[in-house]
């Protein structure tokens, strides 16, 4: 390995150093990796924007249109609502769990779960169930079905056209499926079983209901005639009477941590923390108001024209790094936001100051008319389920059937992947499922721009010869022991790098080291593409390893632990499917 090698791994081990601490979004760390590579002259600049023209990332962008044009109809409502009437939670845990990952296997995995969110929340309210018991299975099952297909997941047509660039055939359409479906069904029996016995039976009341979801953070000013003048937090006991606790006293410019023995005055500012019943309990009776910055009066509070909802910041969100008073929530979308939940965090700043990040759930008032804008918007996922309009059938029917026919052309060699999802994203316009504008806001530009600016590493991994010779040092470890072994630690290292980096991160710097150890014993590459596909794509033990886990976090109350719990055991099990029956359907 010559100079290129060895600047090559130092870029590769910048790329993991950043992907793991996160200190930049992933998209901005896949742009520095482009420019890197260019600058240091370790890829041609045709090399470097080819990620842009990719195969894998305009078939990625194309999904993801396609997985809109499903939710925005209708399409996948009807499946989800008809788990209502289930009411044993194992039983609905298998028929959410089942649906979801059949639906995965064909829909962008993180939009499916937006759809089912909404709905197990308000079927667990009305069932008097806990929600925690169900979603972390969901998003493993998300997961599981994403691995079944080809266009399941953006990992899978990464690595796929890695392998092409490598000069393997690459993958047809279903050519996963034996061994996804494998481990899908192990992972359904595994899941409904575990997750009775290991997850958290925490009750969230959906806020539809009583308004009462999880802890706020709002802002409450303190007004003229109010008893609280002249009283400090201690004397008013806020705490004890009200289970409201103040986090800071805004006066002025002035930022009073832990008030408990400053004496209020009129136009303080209570930064308080709460349910939402209890701010507004604590308001009325103490005469403060909701801080007026948020320009809402008690007449537009108890309007039975408003609605009193709750949205989740999705990943992939543009609000995500964002303040509210940057993005001016209040003017743009015609809704005001009342006060934040964020898991495992007290928020101690302003409202319009505090810096939105995924998971957050925002507590907001808004008209009727404007919920159908909110639940078109892909930046957050509406929590609440009983205020959504009814869908167009006939639209819904045309957007399954752009879909099936796109399948149906892959799955027939009719049409390359990518010409049939194109065309089948002009379908969507041209029958009205989706409107022009909508198509270019259904796309998660940051998954397009990691594909684009992560896929030229891959090619100096190769061609500098940085990949032979990270797959010699693997050779040295576990040569010896053969191919089986060489594959069961492909898979294990790809799986541990998911769970702490992008899934397509890791699949990018695994998939040509996995290639050249492959090729240095004489082995068929193949089987070792597939297993880190299928290792990159299926992350449980941690709540930051793949987006559908994050969306959960929050929504269910969980710790880092649950995940911990409950999917190392089920990431061993896949680990020892994927090395027993990987060699069968992919011989060595």
Known sequence: ????????????????????????PVDVVAMIVLASLLILGLVSPAQALSGFSSEATITVAAMFVLSTGLTRTGALRAVGAAFARIRQTWLFTLAVMTSL????????????????????????????FSASKVLIPMSYAAQMGGVCTLIG?????????????????????????????????VGLVYTTIASQLLLPDRRTPQLTENYELGKYIAELRVMPGSPLI???????????????????????????????????????????????SRLSSLKDSARLELEPEFKLRDEQFRDDNQVLTEVMVAPGSRFIGQTLRTLEFNWH????????HRRGEVLREKLRDVELTVGDILLMITSPSEMQHLRANPNVVVLTERE???????RAWIALAIMAAVVAAATLEWLPIVASSILGCIALVVFRCLESKELYESID??????????????????????????ADRTLDVVGGWGPIALLAVIYL???VLTEFMSNNASAVLLTPVAIAAAHSIDASPTPFVVAVAFAASTAFATPVGYQTNTMVYSAGGYRFIDFVKIGVPLNLLFWIIAVVFIPVFWPL
């Open 1 to 24: 390995m010559g100079i290129e090698g060895l600047l090559t791994l130092l870029v590769l081990a910048g790329a993991v150093i950043l992907f793991i601490t996160e200190r930049l």
């Open 101 to 128: 990952g059949a639906m995965s296997a064909f829909v962008n995995n993180t939009a499916a779960l937006a759809v089912f969110l909404p709905i197990v929340l308000g079927v667990a309210a009305a069932n008097r």
């Open 153 to 185: 997941t953006s990992t899978n047509l990464l690595v796929n056209s890695l392998a092409k660039d490598a000069g393997l055939p690459g993958f047809t359409l279903f050519e996963f499926a034996p061994l996804g479906l494998i481990t899908m069904a």
């Open 230 to 276: 002249g009283k400090s937090v201690a004397d008013a006991k806020l705490g004890e009477r009200h289970s409201v606790f103040v986090l800071e006293l805004l006066r002025g410019e002035e930022k009073i941590w832990s008030p408990r023995a400053q004496k209020l005055q009129e136009g303080d500012i209570l930064l308080a923390r709460g349910d939402w």
């Open 333 to 340: 979308y015609n809704a005001t936001v009342l006060a934040i």
């Open 388 to 394: 959504e309009g009814p869908a167009s059938s006939r």
């Open 445 to 470: 530009w940051r998954v397009i721009m990691l594909l684009a600016g992560v896929l030229p590493l891959g090619i100096a991994l190769q061609s500098s010869g940085a990949a032979a010779f990270l």
């Open 493 to 495: 290292l790809t799986a």
